[in-house]
């Protein structure tokens, strides 16, 4: 299974293009509001998702094969904040499952000694958040299980990588020639 948080404040476009091409690829996606009383969570730019489950309600009953933290302001900061996003993730960590965070929300693998040593990327301004990541000046970046993104410009880019390494990268080339992107 995998699971995309929504906090608050996330990135719309972060959270919803990787979703869409994952759900298209025929990937299996749940997503899950975290923060608030009911499904319904906000975006940073007033865009509201109604989440397939609340935090209330989330459960590790089938085991994550992959996490998303979409980026944004505050969105980021809610997912850091948030004490079942920090189970989920650790979970996850241990458990050997990709660990996706676009924009900001490579701060939340940062802050908790995940990409020490790993190649990352995130948005202009958070490099200091990747405490001991290579920093790469790259769209999006693979690194074993963990993959990161810039930001909301990459958001498709990010999705057919997620989709790469969840199907394989012929379907993510055939998603991408059906969606007539024009490659990287």
């Given at each position: 299974?995998?699971?995309?948080?929504?906090?608050?404040?996330?990135?719309?476009?972060?959270?919803?293009?990787p979703l869409d091409l994952l759900r298209r690829a025929g990937v299996e996606v749940t997503t899950v509001a975290i923060g608030t009383p009911t499904a319904a969570v906000t975006g940073a730019h007033g865009?509201?998702?109604?989440?397939?489950?609340?935090?209330?309600?989330?459960?590790l009953?089938?085991?994550?094969e992959m996490l998303i933290l979409p980026g944004g302001m505050p969105?980021?900061?809610?997912?850091d904040a948030s004490p079942t996003v920090d189970?989920?993730?650790?979970a996850?960590?241990?458990a050997g499952a990709y660990l996706a965070a676009i924009c900001a929300a490579p701060m939340i693998l940062g802050r908790r000694g995940l990409l020490a040593g790993r190649r990352a990327t995130c948005f202009p301004g958070f490099e200091d958040e990747l405490a001991g990541a290579i920093l790469a000046d790259a769209r999006v970046v693979r690194d074993g299980e963990i993959i990161t993104a810039a930001g909301m410009g990459v958001a498709l880019d990010f999705g057919l990588a997620l989709v790469a390494?969840?199907?394989d990268d012929r379907t993510a080339a055939d998603l991408r020639a059906a969606l007539q992107a024009l490659p990287a």
């Amino acid at each position: 299974m995998v699971y995309l948080f929504l906090a608050p404040g996330f990135e719309e476009i972060e959270a919803l293009c990787p979703l869409d091409l994952l759900r298209r690829a025929g990937v299996e996606v749940t997503t899950v509001a975290i923060g608030t009383p009911t499904a319904a969570v906000t975006g940073a730019h007033g865009i509201t998702v109604l989440a397939d489950c609340t935090e209330a309600d989330y459960t590790l009953a089938a085991p994550a094969e992959m996490l998303i933290l979409p980026g944004g302001m505050p969105g980021s900061a809610n997912l850091d904040a948030s004490p079942t996003v920090d189970a989920a993730i650790a979970a996850a960590r241990d458990a050997g499952a990709y660990l996706a965070a676009i924009c900001a929300a490579p701060m939340i693998l940062g802050r908790r000694g995940l990409l020490a040593g790993r190649r990352a990327t995130c948005f202009p301004g958070f490099e200091d958040e990747l405490a001991g990541a290579i920093l790469a000046d790259a769209r999006v970046v693979r690194d074993g299980e963990i993959i990161t993104a810039a930001g909301m410009g990459v958001a498709l880019d990010f999705g057919l990588a997620l989709v790469a390494a969840l199907c394989d990268d012929r379907t993510a080339a055939d998603l991408r020639a059906a969606l007539q992107a024009l490659p990287a």
